[in-house]
């Protein structure tokens, strides 16, 4: 069993910057990958960006150029930062990790994910 908790969400001032966490917990044996996905009403859920168990980044369109992502494994958490927001960086936020279990399986799970407001 495995749950993400998302955190970081809320009213974000355009211009300003964004700090999500996650945090997986349960029987983790090694952490994949985690991501970072978003979605608006009406519309398919979009990658922002993803870290690697190595700590390598991959960016989505939205993320590009004005973000940050990490992962500790200490601590099974994923940070992004993204900077300069948007009234169109408003939408849902999901967190995604592809972890394997103590079990020796390999799962993937989401989260309930987190809403994000970018508003004056």
């Known amino acids: 069993q495995v749950q993400l908790v998302e955190s970081g969400g809320g009213l974000v001032q355009p211009g300003g910057r964004l700090t999500l966490s996650c945090e997986a917990s349960g029987t983790i044996s090694t952490i994949f990958m985690m991501s970072w996905y978003r979605q608006t009403s009406g519309n398919q859920r979009e990658l922002v960006a993803s870290?690697?168990?190595?700590?390598?980044?991959t960016w989505g369109r939205p993320a590009k150029g004005r973000s940050a992502i990490s992962l500790d494994t200490a601590e099974n958490t994923m940070t992004l930062q993204m900077s300069v927001l948007k009234p169109e960086d408003t939408a849902v936020y999901y967190c995604?990790?592809?972890?394997?279990?103590?079990?020796?399986?390999?799962?993937?799970?989401w989260g309930l994910g987190t809403q994000v407001t970018v508003s004056a």
């Open positions: 995604y990790a592809n972890v394997q279990l103590t079990t020796g399986a390999t799962i993937s799970v």
């Open positions: 870290v690697g168990g190595d700590g390598s980044p």
